[in-house]
């Protein structure tokens, strides 16, 4: 499984666990998302890797990765990154981000440019979207942010009950066999540690206050994106209704440059749809690397 076969490196203040598939001459780094570990890739990695080298780490403070006492902003997890890929020999790479790992990937792009050959952002908008648009359905919908958001109190309370929790938002991907027992119970393991489970809530409390500011300071001087990107949404996830493709592309430099379309399933869309995202890739790597004009 992923899981297994575990590297590290450290970098600044913290401990960063990898695993690496394949050797070939083009870098992918997966970023995984919550309540999850770079484990959430293992339907993907080895199709991806034909002919490229896969990396798929834990994000600081999350799996087998360490804690540090802060950081936990984008900016920082990105600056993690890019230096996971230096480590590897690699000045560059085409980043595929989900959930939580798709914030620090539009984060790395804005941040580091030339890092990010390609983008891939799966079942997200941007953050200042996010926090632009919260209404009474959409808040209910997304309550676990604002739990999160409370300091102690959420780690209080999620302690010792962490497979309940998490049981109730892969109840259906359980359910479906998109998410395995066993992998479920390496999510329960990798979130039963109080410093992680403090960890992957600060990540979403840095949403609320650095990363937001970050992002409406960076769009309102007009810092866009400049990579190809490509977006993919669950179906019958949260963003079925929302028209994702324009408003990415009101988050690009070249609107031309961005493309996408929903999936079969939910918001988890490695586990849910990992054939439709391996070819959805494929296809958008082509055309990237197709000349135009």
């Not at 199709?47 to 403070?61: C, N």
């Not at 979207?129 to 359905?137: G, L, W």
Request: charged share 25%; aromatic share 8%.
């Amino acid at each position: 499984m992923l899981r297994d076969n575990v590297e590290s490196v450290r970098l600044d203040d913290v401990e960063l666990a990898y695993r690496v598939v394949g050797d070939g001459p083009e870098l992918v780094v997966l970023l995984h998302g919550w309540p999850q570990t770079g484990a959430c890739w293992r339907h993907v990695v080895e199709p991806l890797s034909r002919g490229r080298t896969v990396v798929a780490p834990d994000l600081r403070g999350y799996g087998a990765s360490g804690l540090a006492d802060s950081g936990y902003d984008k900016r920082s997890t990105a600056a993690d990154l890019s230096g996971l890929i230096r480590h590897l020999g690699h000045e560059s790479a085409v980043v595929i981000g989900h959930d939580r790992g798709a914030r620090v990937a539009h984060r790395w792009a804005l941040d580091r440019p030339a890092e990010v050959a390609a983008l891939v952002l799966l079942d997200i908008l941007p953050t200042r979207v996010v926090m632009r648009s919260f209404d009474i359905d959409s808040a209910s919908a997304m309550w676990h942010w604002f739990f999160h958001r409370q300091p102690e109190l959420a780690e209080k309370l999620i302690a010792g009950n962490v497979e309940a929790y998490l049981g109730h938002f892969f109840a259906r991907v359980l359910d479906s066999g998109a998410v395995d027992r066993e992998t479920f119970e390496h999510y329960v393991a990798a979130f039963s540690d109080p410093g992680h489970l403090r960890a992957s809530f600060e990540d979403y409390r840095t949403g609320f206050t650095t990363d937001l500011e970050l992002d409406e300071a960076d769009h309102d001087r007009g810092l866009r994106l400049q990579a190809p990107l490509l977006v993919l949404w669950g179906a019958e996830g949260g963003l079925a209704r929302r028209d994702v493709v324009r408003v990415w592309q009101e988050h690009h430099a070249d609107p031309a440059a961005v493309s996408g379309h929903s999936v079969p399933g939910g918001h988890y869309v490695p586990e849910e749809a990992p054939g439709e995202l391996v070819n959805a890739v494929e296809s958008f790597l082509s055309d990237a690397r197709a000349p135009r004009g």
